[in-house]
């Protein structure tokens, strides 16, 4: 029988389709670019890995279910975002031909995991796991893509908080980086300890990440006590 812990993609995947809502008002207000776009995206693969959680705990173990949640969860869980930090930080141009090389990755892999035998769990029905693919090798795929969002995610969020922190008007983003820093580096723990068959701790990492993440946002997007309007900062607002 799963446990309490099974139960909390059901309401990270709440919080994650509101948060995506609320970045696709923004950019509808704003129209400043594709970067809120690619981080609406990110909230949406969110709430899409979290869901296929929420179903595997209520409903069991089902093949379909287990595709989409490596697919939304191990490869298209952080590259959304991060490449919505991509086109903040590097040119357009050069935004562009990453985004070219980062999707051709995802959708080899992606084919690779809908194409893959798998043999299903023999005993626990509501635990999900990359070790049922037969073709052990398509778990390499999610590493690499899981480094190239950590890169520009975390560390463009490190690198934001650190520029700000020397701002004397600006430490509201400061803290704000620093909270989506910390939010985005949590689910990519959890998803290492899916790899040794502890998924619970993925489910916990993946709500405190994601609350992390939004108070981030807010805390960035914020209007300062003086009154002057608070421009978007360069960093994932997942």
């Known amino acids: 029988m799963p ?17 995506a809502v609320a970045l696709v008002r923004r950019w509808l207000e704003r129209r400043s670019g594709p970067h809120l776009l690619w981080w609406a995206a990110g909230a949406l693969t969110y709430a899409i890995g979290t869901a296929t959680e929420a179903s595997t705990t209520l409903f069991g173990w089902r093949e379909p279910v287990f595709r989409a949640w490596y697919i939304a969860g191990a490869l298209l869980g952080g590259a959304p975002l991060a490449q919505g ?8 141009r ?7 090389l980062l999707l051709a990755v995802i959708v080899v892999a992606a084919t690779c995991v809908v194409l893959s035998p798998v043999t299903p769990p023999p005993a626990d029905a509501h635990r999900l796991t990359g070790r049922v693919l037969e073709w052990t090798w398509v778990r390499a795929f999610s590493p690499f893509i899981n480094l190239y969002a950590l890169t520009f995610l975390v560390g463009g969020a490190a690198l934001s908080a650190a520029r700000y922190a020397r701002a004397v008007d600006s430490p509201h983003r400061a803290a704000g980086n ?6 985005a580096l949590l689910p990519g723990i959890g998803g290492a300890f899916t790899r040794f068959g502890h998924v619970e701790v993925l489910y916990v990492t993946e709500l405190i990440g994601l609350l992390l993440i939004i108070a981030g946002y807010h805390t960035i997007t914020r209007r300062p006590s ?7 900062a360069p960093v994932p607002a997942r």
């Open 85 to 92: 930090t991509v086109y903040l930080l590097l040119s357009r």
């Open 3 to 19: 446990g309490l812990v099974h139960f909390l993609p059901i309401l990270t995947t709440a919080v994650a389709l509101a948060f």
């Open 94 to 100: 050069t935004a562009h031909r990453l985004t070219a």
């Open 226 to 232: 003086s009154g002057v309007s608070d421009a978007p």
């Open 178 to 183: 620093t909270l989506i820093a910390a939010g």
